[in-house]
């Protein structure tokens, strides 16, 4: 079944770690994004990449970075720079330009 | 200005009323336009796809766009409790580096 599959499900941080969130998809889609969301609010963006080995600054890429080696796959590290982690992380893909946006199961980042 | 600006809510109907829900779009350059159901906890599901004018209906679900007024909304007729959810409206077309939108989303309970 084709789809994106986001990993881990949920993920606890240390203060001052580093960690990386798994976003791999089987659509052929070429875009690729990157969301917050954090409790009752809207998504926002934090990165997205419309081809590989580019990618773009959403409206909220501060302690957060991508990389897109890959079409399949497009990993968001959150890093310590980052002082208020704790959220619900949303990965997303598109094929053809103007089509629907497909989403992950999600990762819930929790700082311990 | 927000791309994609919904009424935040919440928005309370009983059961078996039609629930309304609105959004409005800033670029008139805009193709395509999405409603996606979310559930608390869950990431969001595409429930309606509408790229132009006038209605579409899928069973309970209809959407309704207006280009020239830059709005799209979406009708939920004999709501039910199971449509308690959040719902995204989501905007794609236009001329910058990201052409994927969503507003911050309406959400909606329903009173059995």
């Known amino acids: 079944d084709g789809g994106i599959t986001q990993s881990p499900k949920y993920l606890f941080r240390k203060e001052g770690q580093n960690v990386t969130l798994s976003c791999e998809q089987n659509?052929?889609?070429?875009?690729m994004y990157w969301y917050r969301q954090d409790p009752g609010q809207g998504l926002r963006l934090i990165y997205y990449s419309q081809i590989v080995n580019d990618f773009q600054k959403g409206d909220i890429a501060e302690g957060y970075s991508v990389s897109r080696e890959k079409k399949e796959s497009f990993p968001l590290t959150v890093t310590s720079a980052q002082k208020n982690p704790t959220a619900f992380y949303l990965c997303?893909?598109?094929?053809?330009?103007?089509?629907?946006?497909?989403f992950g199961q999600g990762t819930r980042l929790t700082v311990v | 200005q927000k791309e994609v600006e919904q009424n935040s809510g919440p928005l309370s109907v009983p059961e078996g009323a039609i629930a309304s829900l609105n959004c409005t779009y800033s670029?008139?350059?805009?193709?395509?336009f999405f409603w996606y159901r979310q559930y608390s906890g869950k990431s969001p599901e595409l429930i309606m796809s509408?790229?132009?004018?006038g209605d579409k209906e899928d069973g309970r679900f209809t959407a309704q766009l207006n280009k020239a007024s830059q709005y799209v909304s979406l009708l939920i007729r004999d709501s039910q409790p199971s449509d308690s959810a959040t719902y995204l409206c989501a905007v794609t077309g236009g001329t910058g580096a990201n052409n994927l939108f969503f507003g911050t989303g309406t959400r909606l309970t329903v009173i059995p």
């Open positions: 659509l052929n889609h070429d875009a």
């Open positions: 670029d008139r350059g805009s193709q395509s």
């Open positions: 997303a893909s598109t094929g053809h330009v103007n089509t629907e946006a497909f």
């Open positions: 509408i790229y132009s004018n």
